[in-house]
């Protein structure tokens, strides 16, 4: 273990590339951000009854289902299914907790794995270990918008 850490002791190099391949998945410079789109006509309440009138809007009228160009029949399935679903938005969060929680724990369950292997590549464990730490500031920062 004093070998792997003494490489970094000298190094400038604590972070691991952004842009290293880590599987099948894209790298982050290769994944398109889409333009944001500003609507003609602002829908601002102008008093509390329509901002509260607001809140009870089907999923399309504050803003649509992203659709998935790529990915398994369940993921377009899921998908249809978030379109179709009149949810509130704290029902939208909920729903995103659980997903972002869904991965975090997936991420925790390998690191362990990694951890209890003697022969795991170190920079795999980071690599995990990092991910796993962004979902759970991922999830805390979700579950700190206010949205009762």
């Given at each position: 273990?004093?070998?792997?850490?003494?490489?970094?002791?000298?190094?400038?190099n604590?972070?691991?590339?952004?842009?290293?391949?880590?599987?099948?998945?894209?790298?982050?410079?290769?994944?398109?951000?889409?333009?944001?789109?500003?609507?003609?006509?602002?829908?601002?309440?102008?008093?509390?009854?329509?901002?509260?009138?607001?809140?009870?809007?089907?999923?399309?009228?504050?803003?649509?289902?992203?659709?998935?160009?790529?990915?398994?029949?369940?993921?377009?399935?899921?998908l249809?299914?978030?379109?179709?679903?009149?949810?509130?938005?704290?029902?939208?969060?909920?729903?995103?907790?659980?997903?972002?929680?869904?991965?975090?724990?997936?991420?925790?369950?390998?690191?362990?794995?990694?951890?209890?292997?003697?022969e795991?590549?170190?920079?795999?464990?980071?690599?995990?270990?990092?991910?796993?730490?962004?979902?759970?500031?991922?999830?805390?920062?979700?579950?700190?918008?206010?949205?009762?």
């Open positions: 273990m004093a070998s792997f850490f003494k490489r970094f002791r000298h190094s400038n604590f972070k691991p590339d952004p842009n290293e391949n880590r599987g099948p998945f894209p790298k982050p410079s290769e994944i398109a951000q889409p333009e944001p789109e500003v609507a003609a006509e602002t829908s601002t309440p102008g008093t509390i009854q329509e901002l509260l009138a607001m809140q009870h809007l089907q999923p399309c009228a504050y803003g649509p289902v992203a659709k998935a160009d790529e990915g398994s029949g369940k993921v377009q399935e899921v249809g299914l978030i379109a179709e679903l009149s949810t509130s938005p704290l029902e939208d969060q909920q729903i995103a907790l659980a997903l972002i929680g869904r991965l975090e724990g997936l991420h925790q369950a390998v690191v362990q794995q990694f951890q209890q292997d003697p795991a590549n170190h920079r795999s464990i980071s690599l995990w270990s990092i991910d796993s730490d962004r979902l759970l500031h991922a999830r805390n920062m979700l579950a700190n918008v206010d949205l009762g």
